[in-house]
């Protein structure tokens, strides 16, 4: 389980869209740069690798629907 200040922190992270494209961008190229191998193995553990991340990027959304970042316009009618 997650504590509330890593929480947190994620939330922060989420909140900025331009900082997170960036780095699922670095992330995913890495995961899918071209490496010297003939081994089918190896693609197959390359293929999960890269499934793992999209699964755990997700999860990191998340988070940031959970605690209201995505649940849009808050219109305060009262005023």
């Not at 197959?44 to 970042?69: F, Q």
Request: a neutral charge; proline letters at 0%; zero cysteines.
């Amino acid at each position: 389980m997650m504590s509330d200040y890593h929480k947190e922190r994620i939330t922060r992270f989420t909140k900025d869209k331009d900082t997170m494209d960036a780095v699922r961008q670095s992330i995913t190229q890495s995961f899918l740069k071209k490496r010297d191998h003939k081994d089918i193995y190896m693609a197959g553990a390359e293929r999960v690798a890269i499934d793992l991340l999209e699964d755990a990027w997700n999860d990191l959304l998340k988070i940031r629907i959970e605690d209201g970042v995505d649940k849009g316009e808050r219109k305060q009618v009262g005023l």
